[in-house]
């Protein structure tokens, strides 16, 4: 399923560019992926919402059925607003003072909990009247296996598997009900292998957690972004867990659910980014075109250097050639150097592919420009789903004092 240039082209001739441009659609056939993959198993799926929480996305995935994983109180409210009931809501903050945590608590969501001294408290505070989960750094190393070291823990996130003893020395004297186990790793599965293995990892610890009812293991559900990309064979992947667990659940005697946390495997693909060719400019050794963007609407190539698949929609018969395109942006933000485009000339529209995930949700307003609109295609017919900002925008929350 994929949004026709036709579509892109009338969303920005009626709403301008430039403009993000999401097709629900996709997003169900990718959880539909997911589901059917991994059928033979327990599991739940949290859409990681901070991809995409355009309060219309947010209330399409619950509409499907699928749960959400929020990073921070505001967008727990915003999964509410949506229509999420507490139970399908997981909290999984980093870093945030103890407050933000109990506000979570007090809304009745899954409470995962990432640091030593905040796990300390909430034992302190709550014993076991309030269920957790405890989210583990398993030290999986990215390139093929994993490898708990001590030599190599320089990542902020989770409680090190290394500090078991400490955390079961908290359990015991407070009581804490630990019913879920979390690990996020981050990194894109391109070799499922590495994945099972710290799934191994994790089903040893869990060993120690006699209230378990779940193991979350996050995402790294990877798409593909350029056209001989892999994607995770979520299939093979969810036969292989399925056996996994099924044999577990024997050797323990219980059931236990499994969680997943996509983000970018089910909005990625479903989002478009069209702009608009400015100018065209040759310079000595370079033929760029300035688009009117810039890494203040999509800052995934230059933060990350990403790469997004660019089309000129309004040239596509026109002879390819090489440019570099860049925004026009007062700092240097390349989007793409030396792609075959067909040829662009003046206000042709360019499109970036896989723009979902962490498009407009990492924009800013920088330069003083405005937001770009986002647009909806809900069975073939476009929604506008957020204004463009305006210029009084800039200056919504500025207190004048002189
Ligand atoms: C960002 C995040 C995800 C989603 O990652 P994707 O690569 O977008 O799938 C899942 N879980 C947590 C805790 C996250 O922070």
């Given at each position: 399923?994929?949004?026709?240039?036709?579509?892109l082209?009338?969303a920005?001739?009626?709403?301008?560019?430039?403009?993000?441009?999401?097709?629900?659609?996709?997003?169900?056939?990718?959880?539909?992926?997911?589901?059917?993959?991994?059928?033979?198993?327990?599991?739940?799926?949290?859409?990681?919402?901070?991809?995409?929480?355009?309060?219309?996305?947010?209330?399409?995935?619950?509409?499907?059925?699928?749960?959400?994983?929020?990073?921070?109180?505001?967008?727990?409210?915003?999964a509410?607003?949506?229509?999420?009931?507490?139970?399908?809501?997981?909290?999984?903050?980093?870093c945030?003072?103890?407050?933000?945590?109990?506000?979570?608590?007090?809304?009745?969501?899954?409470?995962?909990?990432?640091?030593?001294?905040?796990?300390?408290?909430?034992?302190?505070?709550?014993?076991?009247?309030?269920?957790?989960?405890?989210?583990?750094?398993?030290?999986?190393?990215?390139?093929?296996?994993?490898?708990?070291?001590?030599?190599?823990?320089?990542?902020?996130?989770?409680?090190?598997?290394?500090?078991?003893?400490?955390?079961?020395?908290?359990?015991?004297?407070?009581?804490?009900?630990?019913?879920?186990?979390h690990?996020?790793?981050?990194?894109?599965?391109?070799?499922?292998?590495?994945?099972?293995?710290?799934?191994?990892?994790?089903?040893?610890?869990?060993?120690?957690?006699?209230?378990?009812?779940?193991?979350?293991?996050?995402?790294?559900?990877?798409?593909?972004?350029?056209?001989d990309?892999?994607?995770?064979?979520?299939?093979?992947?969810?036969?292989?867990?399925?056996?996994?667990f099924?044999?577990?659940?024997?050797?323990?005697?219980?059931?236990?659910?499994?969680?997943?946390?996509?983000?970018?495997?089910?909005?990625?693909?479903?989002?478009y980014?069209?702009?608009?060719?400015?100018?065209?400019?040759?310079?000595t050794?370079?033929?760029?075109?300035?688009?009117?963007?810039?890494?203040?609407?999509?800052?995934?190539?230059?933060?990350?250097?990403?790469?997004?698949?660019i089309?000129?929609?309004?040239?596509?018969?026109?002879?390819?050639?090489?440019?570099?395109?860049?925004?026009?942006?007062?700092?240097?933000?390349?989007?793409?150097?030396?792609?075959?485009?067909?040829?662009?000339?003046?206000?042709?529209?360019?499109?970036?592919?896989?723009?979902?995930a962490?498009?407009?949700?990492m924009?800013?307003?920088?330069?003083?420009?405005?937001?770009?609109?986002?647009?909806?295609?809900?069975?073939?017919?476009?929604?506008?789903?957020?204004?463009?900002?305006?210029?009084?925008?800039?200056?919504?929350?500025?207190?004048?004092?002189?």
């Amino acid at each position: 399923m994929a949004l026709s240039n036709e579509q892109l082209i009338a969303a920005a001739n009626e709403f301008g560019t430039p403009v993000y441009v999401y097709e629900a659609e996709k997003i169900a056939e990718q959880y539909n992926k997911l589901t059917t993959a991994f059928s033979k198993t327990n599991a739940r799926f949290f859409y990681a919402c901070k991809a995409l929480t355009n309060i219309n996305i947010l209330k399409y995935v619950q509409s499907l059925g699928a749960n959400i994983d929020c990073v921070s109180i505001y967008e727990v409210r915003l999964a509410l607003k949506a229509g999420f009931t507490p139970d399908r809501i997981m909290f999984t903050p980093n870093c945030v003072d103890f407050e933000e945590i109990v506000a979570g608590k007090d809304l009745g969501v899954h409470v995962n909990i990432d640091n030593i001294p905040m796990l300390e408290e909430f034992g302190n505070t709550f014993g076991n009247s309030y269920p957790i989960c405890i989210r583990l750094n398993p030290h999986i190393m990215a390139g093929g296996n994993y490898k708990i070291s001590t030599g190599h823990i320089d990542s902020k996130f989770g409680i090190s598997i290394h500090q078991l003893r400490h955390v079961e020395r908290i359990i015991e004297s407070t009581k804490l009900n630990v019913v879920g186990l979390h690990m996020h790793t981050g990194s894109e599965i391109k070799d499922i292998n590495v994945f099972l293995e710290g799934l191994d990892v994790m089903l040893d610890i869990a060993k120690r957690f006699p209230n378990l009812t779940f193991i979350d293991l996050g995402s790294g559900f990877k798409v593909p972004y350029k056209e001989d990309d892999v994607a995770t064979d979520v299939d093979q992947l969810g036969s292989r867990v399925a056996k996994i667990f099924n044999d577990y659940q024997k050797e323990i005697g219980k059931e236990l659910e499994v969680w997943f946390e996509p983000g970018k495997y089910l909005v990625s693909e479903c989002g478009y980014f069209v702009v608009k060719a400015n100018v065209i400019k040759t310079t000595t050794a370079t033929v760029f075109v300035g688009v009117n963007s810039g890494f203040n609407h999509l800052i995934r190539p230059m933060f990350y250097e990403a790469y997004h698949f660019i089309e000129n929609i309004s040239n596509l018969s026109g002879p390819e050639r090489i440019y570099t395109v860049v925004g026009n942006i007062c700092e240097t933000d390349t989007f793409a150097w030396d792609r075959k485009i067909n040829e662009v000339r003046e206000n042709d529209l360019l499109v970036f592919h896989n723009a979902g995930a962490y498009g407009f949700e990492m924009s800013s307003n920088f330069n003083s420009r405005l937001k770009p609109a986002e647009v909806l295609y809900l069975n073939n017919k476009a929604h506008l789903i957020r204004k463009r900002d305006t210029f009084e925008d800039l200056l919504k929350n500025e207190i004048e004092v002189l």
